[in-house]
C-alpha cells in the first residue's frame, strides 16, 4: 500500500453542493477549514442548525476516500475534488473503516474522526442514479455508507495536497463509525 496522502483540498464559503478545488487550506482548532460555510463550534448544516442550533459541530471537515472516486468512473460517473461537498480527498487510507477517535496527523494539523456523513438526495441532484452507489446493502442487512467520513479539528494549521498522512488509533475497545 502506498503511503497515506492529501490528493485534493476544497473549501466553499457558501452552503452550496459543491466546493472549490484548493491547493491549500487552513484549518482552524475546534471550528473546521478557515472560510468555509461549515465551519463553527456549533452545527451549520443548514437542515441540522433548524433542528437542534446549539448542537456540537461534529462535522467540521468532511473527509473523502479518493478511491471512491475511482470506482464510481468505472461506473461512468465523473466525479473529482470537492464535488460532494468535501474539504479533504485522501488516498491510501481505509476511511470508513477507521474507530471513531481515530486521528490524522497532516503536517501540523490533527483531525479527529467523529463519525460518516450520510448521504443525502442532493447526490441524486449533483448527478442522477449517483446516491444509490454511496449506499450499498452488505449481505447481513446493514448499510455500507461511502461517502465519507467527518472530523474536527483538534490542532489547525495549514494544509496542502501531496501531504502525508499519519493515522493513531483510540485505545481500544474500538467504536465502529455511525452516522453525525
Same mark, same amino acid.
Given at each position: 500500500?502506498?503511503? +497515506? ?11 452550496? &453542493? ?5 491547493? !491549500? ?33 461534529? !462535522? ?8 471512491? &472516486?475511482?470506482?464510481? +468512473? ?30 490524522? +496527523? ?10 460518516? !456523513? ?7 441532484? &449533483? ?27 483538534? +490542532? ?25
Amino acid at each position: 500500500m502506498s503511503e +497515506a496522502r492529501i490528493v485534493g483540498l476544497a473549501c466553499s464559503g457558501e452552503h452550496n &453542493f459543491s466546493k472549490t478545488p484548493r491547493e !491549500r487550506i487552513t484549518l482552524v482548532e475546534g471550528l473546521g477549514v478557515e472560510g468555509d460555510a461549515h465551519a463553527g463550534v456549533t452545527v451549520q448544516h443548514l437542515s441540522r442548525i433548524k433542528k437542534t442550533p446549539d448542537q456540537p459541530n461534529l !462535522r467540521q471537515v468532511h473527509l473523502i476516500h479518493a478511491e471512491l &472516486f475511482d470506482e464510481l +468512473a468505472a461506473k461512468g460517473y465523473v466525479v473529482t475534488t470537492g464535488d460532494l461537498g468535501e474539504n479533504v480527498d485522501t488516498r491510501g487510507i481505509d476511511l470508513l473503516g477507521l474507530p471513531e477517535d481515530t486521528r490524522l +496527523a497532516i503536517g501540523p494539523t490533527v483531525l479527529r474522526v467523529t463519525g460518516l !456523513r450520510n448521504p443525502c438526495y442532493q447526490i441524486d441532484d &449533483f448527478q442522477p442514479g449517483l446516491l444509490k452507489e454511496m449506499i450499498e446493502k452488505r449481505p447481513d442487512g446493514t448499510l455500507n455508507r461511502k461517502c465519507g467520513v467527518m472530523a474536527v479539528v483538534e +490542532a489547525g494549521g495549514e494544509i496542502a495536497v501531496g501531504d502525508p498522512i499519519s493515522v493513531t488509533l483510540p485505545d481500544e475497545p474500538h467504536r465502529p463509525l455511525d452516522l453525525v
